[in-house]
């Protein structure tokens, strides 16, 4: 992998799944990073490089994992491996909720983003927030983006929540994420976790963060999605 291509943001410091946090400070570092990489001279062969941002929680940011295994620096080495001009930042923060993200994105748009990859709600679900609240909270960060970056191509990474948080509930949260894309014309990934959630040996041993092997089948996930959006030719993005 191009180390120099990707960066990784550890804007959490190792909190769980569940937990809050307040990352303003590391907020800042990254907004730092984005102007840094940004501001760099390219190669000659690239005439401009574009800017995706991942931005979610623990299983942006691979939790229990070394930076290079989460999903976000596995599509980097992809984009390279097609020399594909573009920049992977990782936006993740351990337990952040869609309430943290909207609180915290202000700091993300202070340099252009290209494509938004908007991975949150998860924790919603598992504290039993109401899916309205979340609804309104992912909108609220896909206005903003929108905002400062008209041009933006949005992928929202869609989330399910297990059986035992009860039908209704559970329904109810999968349709968070059918609906804003519909509503706000986003590419949605169906199910982030496709393949991986619920199956043990692709999980670390909490049960909810991807292992190794289960990152590389987020980022196929990600990539069936992603990949036509990386692929437009030169000022169609």
């Known amino acids: 992998m191009n180390k120099k291509r990707f960066l990784y943001i550890p804007l959490g410091?190792?909190?769980?799944?569940?937990?809050?946090?307040?990352?303003?400070?590391?907020?800042?570092?990254?907004?730092?990073?984005?102007?840094?990489?940004?501001?760099a001279p390219q190669a000659k062969k690239q005439a401009k490089t574009k800017t995706i941002v991942f931005f979610g929680n623990s299983l942006t940011a691979g939790l229990g994992l070394?930076?290079?295994?989460?999903?976000?620096?596995?599509?980097?080495?992809?984009?390279?491996?097609?020399?594909?001009?573009?920049?992977?930042?990782?936006a993740g923060v351990s337990g952040e909720t869609s309430a943290g993200g909207k609180s915290r994105i202000y700091w993300l748009?202070?340099?252009?983003?290209?494509?938004?990859?908007?991975?949150l709600g998860a924790n919603d679900g598992l504290r039993g927030i109401d899916p309205a609240s979340t609804y309104l909270n992912l909108g609220e960060i896909v206005d903003k983006v929108r905002a400062k970056n008209p041009d933006v191509k949005i992928l929202l990474a869609g989330m399910q929540l297990p059986p035992s948080m009860g039908q209704k509930y559970t329904t109810a949260f999968k349709n968070v994420f059918t609906r804003l894309s519909e509503e706000k014309d986003l590419i949605l990934i169906p199910f982030l976790l496709?393949?991986?959630?619920?199956?043990?040996?692709?999980?670390?041993?909490?049960?909810?963060?991807?292992?190794?092997?289960g990152q590389k089948i987020l980022a196929n996930n990600v990539w069936e999605h992603l990949e036509e959006v990386v692929s437009e030719p030169a000022g169609e993005l």
Not at 69 to 84: G, H, T
Not at 111 to 118: A, E, R
């Open 66 to 90: 070394e930076p290079d295994q989460a999903f976000p620096a596995l599509i980097q080495q992809r984009l390279d491996s097609l020399n594909l001009p573009y920049n992977v930042v990782n």
């Open 13 to 39: 410091l190792a909190l769980s799944f569940y937990g809050c946090n307040q990352a303003t400070q590391e907020t800042e570092k990254v907004t730092e990073q984005l102007a840094t990489t940004q501001a």
């Open 194 to 213: 496709e393949g991986v959630g619920g199956v043990p040996k692709l999980n670390q041993k909490d049960g909810i963060h991807p292992t190794e092997e």
């Open 109 to 119: 748009l202070k340099q252009p983003i290209d494509v938004f990859v908007l991975e």
